[in-house]
């Protein structure tokens, strides 16, 4: 039940993303063009030279990131979501922001080009939903057969998580500008950091007694060197599924929760992420770690569930529905990255300790969160932001 479940789910998204590739062409290329064509003509900043070379998007004298570096980065971005189930959408827009230049060339049409500037910033937010997006499919998979993704939790979150996914990008396609989209993606990941790190503390760690007991069990199970099966064996088995109440075991822990507020969580969660243009892991976790109560090590995988299916739908409605442009030779390049990340990370996860998986996550937030929001609104920049 579940595996068809699982590949019903693989195959409409499939189906969705060969839409978005089929009907979505000619839009990209006319709203590129027309923005192209109000931007003042010169050298200077904020100008377009249609005698120079194209770069990002095709637009002439655009950044031209070496598609090598994007390969590099992909790989970062896939191993640390697909082993904390969050940050990838964080990190592929701290590359396609800070990284690659992308953020600075947005900024430079704010005053001669606001078409411009927003339709660099729209493509942004998408480029990292493209990387998540991947990453998440593949974890997803890896998680399940390694029995360490609820699939009833994660189709929750998913359904929620498909109206936020869509409602978000039809409203602000094309209205935010790249300086506000720094200083709000800043903010809000500041706050989840600060908020997961009273998670890690003594405090925190005492109201999840059976997230900490199953997380010890799978942990022993690993430092005895059991067999991969063996682990999936041992790892999620759901004992009852209606639409009132869910129920299952990891590790020999039982856990229960009722749909009905993952659906509506999904939806908050989806449509924050989608305003962002990351993949939501980053909410989705403590949602999972806080109100659901689950150890990391299963986490990280029914995040990634949810987190597939809001990126199919926000990336759609982007593309289709608003005719956001996409740079797709690099972010095709960060795409082979995001394969080889994402593959990696399932495995090395179940070496880490599930508080040190937390405080990676914590220490990542609080530092790319106070970055972005100084960036954003003060003009002040960390190092690497």
């Known amino acids: 039940m579940q595996r068809k479940t699982f590949i019903i789910i693989g195959l409409l998204t499939l189906v969705a993303v060969v839409a978005t590739f089929a009907l979505a062409d000619s839009s990209w290329a006319g709203k590129l063009e027309e ?17 120079a070379p194209k770069g990002f998007m095709g637009i002439p004298g655009g950044p031209t990131p070496f598609w090598f570096y994007g ?15 969050a940050f990838g959408g964080i990190m592929a827009g701290v590359g396609h922001i800070s990284v ?19 339709l660099v910033t729209d493509s942004i937010r998408t480029s990292n939903q493209y990387l998540v997006g991947l990453s998440a499919l593949m974890s997803s998979i890896t998680y399940y057969r390694m029995g360490r993704l609820v699939l009833p939790l994660g189709i929750a ?7 936020g996914a869509y409602l978000i990008p039809a409203l602000t396609a ?3 500008s790249l300086k506000a989209y720094v200083g709000y993606f800043g903010i809000i990941v500041f706050i989840i950091g600060a908020f997961l790190f009273y998670d890690t503390t003594p405090a925190g760690q ?7 007991q199953a997380a010890q069990a799978f942990q022993e199970a690993v430092k005895k060197g059991s067999s991969a099966g063996d682990l999936a064996a041992q790892g999620v088995k759901v004992k009852s599924w209606s639409l009132t109440l869910v129920e299952f075991s990891f590790y020999g822990v039982e856990f229960h929760f009722n749909p009905i507020w993952p659906v509506v969580g999904g939806f908050f969660i989806a449509a924050l992420s989608a305003f962002l243009g990351i993949g939501g892991g980053f909410l989705y976790v403590p949602f999972l770690t806080n109100i659901v109560n689950l150890p990391m090590y299963v986490v990280a995988g029914t995040s990634a569930l949810a987190v ?19 740079d797709f030779l690099f972010v095709g390049a960060e795409l082979i990255g995001i394969a080889v990340g994402s593959t990696v990370g399932p495995y090395t ?18 530092y790319i969160g106070l970055g972005y929001t100084l960036r954003g609104f003060l003009d002040i920049r960390l190092p690497g932001i």
């Open 206 to 212: 005492a109201k999840k007694k059976k997230a900490k």
């Open 308 to 326: 597939f299916i809001s990126m199919i739908t926000s990336i759609f409605t982007f593309m289709f529905i608003k005719g956001t442009p996409i």
């Open 174 to 176: 094309g209205k935010i």
């Open 35 to 51: 923005a192209i064509a109000k931007t003042p003509a010169g050298s200077g900043p904020g100008e377009i030279n249609p005698a």
């Open 349 to 366: 996860s179940k070496y880490i300790p599930d508080i040190w998986l937390k405080r990676l996550f914590v220490v990542l937030a609080l």
């Open 71 to 85: 390969i590099l980065w992909g790989i970062w971005v896939g191993w640390i979501f697909s082993t904390v189930g």
């Open 100 to 118: 690659f230049g992308l953020g600075d060339y947005a900024s430079s049409f704010r005053k001669t080009s606001p078409v411009l500037n927003k």
């Open 157 to 163: 979150l998913a359904l929620g998580g498909i109206a």
